[in-house]
């Protein structure tokens, strides 16, 4: 596609209840970030493929966050048994290097209620 | 870890002027460093990336320089639009794969 798109745009969820957000880094691209940001802060790294590889998830907050990227294209993080203060921007972002550039989605506003 | 402060949080100027944002970093053995966009609701537009071996970036009315060995950057911009008005975040990468934002500075340009 033109550009990385993100799945769904808001979602809102109870406490407790799992969610799944995806991601379409444009094609092409061999590397893709995770990042979440929280009203008001800058984006914080979550985690890091190349291509299918998980080769970096130092900034997952917990063991309830997990990322797949099976095929080496999508994406899509997972948040189990979700809390209060997981609410924030998931932004996704895919370059076509670590060196290069990258680009961003529009981000998943997740609400936790 | 790496910190990143931008300087200020918020800039309000009118129409037409020229200002300058800036960012500050901890650990001057980046791989490069990047500004980025950010309208409210919305995700992050790449505005300029420099390498660590250049010492600016020019993209039309936006120029921004590198300074490793004090740790800066700045981002200038020329001659000021409405349109402007957005929050503006730099972002520093080491050796690893993340990038290290910082905080942002919130421009609103005034007609």
């Known amino acids: 596609g033109a550009g990385v798109s993100q799945s769904p745009r808001y979602k809102v969820a109870k406490r407790g209840q799992d969610v799944a957000l995806r991601c379409d880094p444009i094609s092409g691209h061999v590397s893709l970030f995770w990042y979440q940001q929280a009203l008001g802060q800058g984006p914080e790294f979550l985690t890091y493929?190349?291509?299918?590889?998980?080769?970096?998830k130092s900034g997952l907050p917990s063991d309830r966050f997990f990322a797949e990227r099976p095929e080496g294209s999508v994406s899509t993080l997972k948040i189990q048994r979700t809390q209060q203060e997981d609410s924030a921007v998931y932004l996704c972002a895919s370059s076509q290097g670590t060196v290069l550039g990258a680009f961003f989605g529009q981000g998943t506003r997740l609400t936790v209620v | 870890k790496q910190e990143v402060t931008q300087i200020p949080a918020a800039l309000s100027v009118p129409e037409g002027e020229n200002l300058v944002l800036n960012c500050s970093f901890t650990d001057s053995a980046i791989y490069n460093l990047q500004w980025f966009r950010q309208d409210p609701g919305k995700g992050l537009t790449s505005l300029l990336l420099i390498q660590s071996s250049q010492r600016e970036q020019t993209s039309g009315r936006l120029n921004a320089s590198l300074d490793k060995s004090s740790g800066r950057s700045t981002l200038y911009i020329a001659a000021s639009q409405p349109g402007d008005s957005a929050t503006y975040l730099c972002a520093v990468r080491l050796s690893g794969y993340a990038l290290n934002f910082g905080k942002g500075t919130s421009l609103l340009v005034t007609p």
């Open positions: 493929f190349q291509n299918e590889a998980q080769l970096d």
